[in-house]
C-alpha cells in the first residue's frame, strides 16, 4: 500500500509538471511477487494491460503472415530464389502490396548479399529492422508539435463506415484524459445520424459539442465550434466531416471551405487532417487514400479495426506507397482502444512470440 502510494504520488506529480505529450508516455514500474504492473494516468495497470493491446489487436495479422514468414525460416535450409519467392508470396498474400514487398525483399537480398548470409534464420532480424524502416516516418514530429496553436483544429475525414464517429470519440476520450480540453464538432450535416451518433460520444467523454440541424452549412457549424472554442478556452476542436459528397469537386469544395474558416478565425493555427481508413478492406485502403490526397493536404491517417482482419499488411503498403504518416491504430471497439502509431512497437508486436 505505501509503495502504490508513492508511485501514484509521483505519476501525478509528473502529470502537472511534464507537457501532456510527454506526460502520456511516463510511466512508474514495480515488480511485486505476482505481477508487474504500472500506474498509468492515475491507474493501476499491469504491462500487459498497456503493451498487450496492440498485440492482441495485430493477433490475426500475426498468425496469417508471421506464422508463415516463421514456418519459412524454418522449413528452408537455404537461401536462394525459391526462398525468396515464397515470402513475397506470404506478404502479397497479407496486403502488403507488389510494390512494397519488392522493396522489402530487394532490400533483404541486399542484406544477403553484403554479409554473405546463407541460413534464413540468420535474417530473421534484419527482416524486422526492414519492416519497422518501411513504417519509419520521415517528417519531425517535434517540429510539428511546435507548430500546434491553442485552439488546434483537427479535421477528421473518410467515407462512410470506416469508423469515423467512433474514431473521434475515442480522440477526445484520449485527449481529455491527456488534460487537453475538447470541443467536438457536427459538421456532418447530410446525415442527422451523424449529428446523433457524434452527440452520444460528446456525452460518453464528457467533452463539449456544437452542432446545427440536418442541412446546415458545415462551415457554418465550424465558425460557431471557433467562437464557442475561444470564449471556452478550448486546447482541441475535433471536427467531424461528410463521409463522402456526390462527386470528387464537391468534396474538394467543401474540405477547402472549411481550411479557409479555421484560416480566417483561427490566425496561424496548424491544421491537422486525419483520414480515417478501415484496415479490413486491403487494397481498397489505398485507393481511398489516393483519392482523398487528390482533394486535400492528409498530415495523417488513423487505422482502424486492425484487430478484425489478417491483411495488416495494408499499414506497410500506405506508408511506402503514398508516404502518408500513421498517426493513430484503432486496437478494439472499446472507447481507449486508439494508441498512437510507432513503427517500431507494431512490427515488435507482429514478432514477438
Not at 488546434?152 to 469515423?164: C, D, I, R, S, Y
Request: charged share 30%.
Amino acid at each position: 500500500m505505501i509503495n502504490d502510494a508513492i508511485f501514484m504520488f509521483m505519476d501525478s506529480l509528473l502529470f502537472f509538471l511534464l507537457p501532456p505529450s510527454a506526460s502520456l508516455y511516463f510511466f512508474y514500474f514495480l515488480v511485486s511477487s505476482d505481477c508487474c504492473f504500472a500506474f498509468y494516468k492515475g491507474e493501476r495497470k499491469t504491462l500487459f494491460e498497456i503493451f498487450g493491446k496492440l498485440k492482441d489487436s495485430l493477433k490475426k495479422t500475426k498468425d496469417s503472415m508471421m506464422n508463415k514468414i516463421e514456418s519459412a525460416f524454418k522449413r528452408f535450409s537455404k537461401i536462394d530464389e525459391e526462398f525468396f519467392n515464397e515470402l513475397e508470396e506470404i506478404l502479397i498474400f497479407a496486403d502488403v502490396g507488389v510494390a512494397t514487398t519488392e522493396k522489402i525483399c530487394q532490400n533483404l537480398k541486399d542484406v544477403v548479399k553484403k554479409n554473405k548470409l546463407t541460413d534464413p534464420k540468420e535474417i530473421k532480424d534484419n527482416l524486422r529492422e526492414i519492416l519497422a524502416k518501411t513504417l519509419s516516418s520521415n517528417d519531425e514530429t517535434e517540429n510539428e508539435q511546435n507548430k500546434i496553436t491553442s485552439p488546434h483544429a483537427v479535421l477528421v475525414v473518410g467515407v462512410n463506415g470506416v469508423g469515423k464517429t467512433t474514431t473521434i470519440g475515442k480522440l477526445a476520450n484520449m485527449y481529455k484524459k491527456d488534460g487537453r480540453k475538447v470541443l467536438l464538432t457536427a459538421a456532418d450535416t447530410f446525415r442527422a445520424a451523424a449529428i446523433d451518433q457524434l452527440e452520444i460520444w460528446a456525452n460518453r467523454t464528457g467533452v463539449s459539442i456544437v452542432k446545427q440541424k440536418e442541412g446546415a452549412d458545415p462551415a457554418a457549424v465550424l465558425y460557431d465550434s471557433i467562437n464557442a472554442a475561444k470564449s471556452r478556452k478550448v486546447d482541441i476542436i475535433l471536427c467531424d466531416t461528410a463521409g463522402r459528397l456526390h462527386n470528387k469537386k464537391n468534396l474538394m469544395d467543401e474540405l477547402a471551405k472549411l481550411n479557409r474558416v479555421i484560416n480566417k478565425n483561427l490566425e496561424n493555427s496548424y491544421i491537422e487532417t486525419l483520414l480515417v481508413i478501415d484496415a479490413t478492406t486491403g487494397q481498397n485502403a489505398v485507393s481511398q487514400v489516393k483519392e482523398f490526397k487528390d482533394v486535400t493536404n492528409i498530415t495523417g491517417l488513423v487505422l482502424t479495426k486492425l484487430d478484425g482482419t489478417a491483411k495488416g499488411g495494408i499499414v506497410f503498403a500506405i506508408k511506402n506507397e503514398l508516404n502518408v504518416p500513421i498517426k493513430y491504430i484503432g486496437t478494439g471497439e472499446g472507447i481507449d482502444d486508439i494508441e498512437p502509431f510507432n513503427a517500431k512497437e507494431f512490427v515488435d508486436a507482429l514478432f514477438e512470440d
